[in-house]
């Protein structure tokens, strides 16, 4: 019997294409993250995430498959990476990394600056939070075998 975990999350902020830096836009991401063994997220602590990115005007409601990487003790990140279609039909990836920092735990922890990129051209910047104050306790109670 393999023993995994599963959980939800859900940033939100905003974006701004690099056309437009001062159009500051919101932009919001849910995912259900899932590993199915715990001993390969031991080994390899990356997981399965997909869900829903909503940022308005660039890519509204669309589905989002991608990983995130948690690794907070030894590397002190964690890196999000999907990809999603935007509302012009073309695929771009979504690239954050939280920077882990003990001396700033809780902010380190819940701010997750981004990139989003077509192909190989940055084209956007997005800026998301996890709201501690109204997530958390629905965020620790969702923690799940998978």
């Not at 771009?92 to 600056?113: E, I, Q, W």
């Amino acid at each position: 019997m393999k023993l995994g975990f599963r959980f939800r999350e859900t940033m939100a902020g905003t974006y701004h294409l690099l056309s437009a830096p001062t159009d500051e836009r919101p932009m919001s991401f849910t995912v259900a993250v899932r590993s199915p063994s715990i001993v390969r997220f031991a080994l390899s602590p990356v997981c399965e995430m997909q869900g829903e990115v909503d940022a308005i005007g660039f890519a509204d409601h669309k589905p989002l498959r991608g990983t995130v990487e948690i690794n907070p003790l030894i590397k002190r990140r964690l890196v999000y990476e999907f990809r999603f279609p935007g509302n012009d039909g073309e695929e771009y990836r979504f690239h954050g990394k939280k920077s882990v920092s003990a001396l700033h735990l809780a902010d380190s922890m819940t701010t997750l600056p981004a990139a989003i990129w077509r192909e190989e051209r940055e084209v956007a910047r997005a800026l998301l939070r996890f709201d501690l104050e109204s997530d958390l306790v629905k965020f620790v109670l969702g923690f799940r075998r998978a």
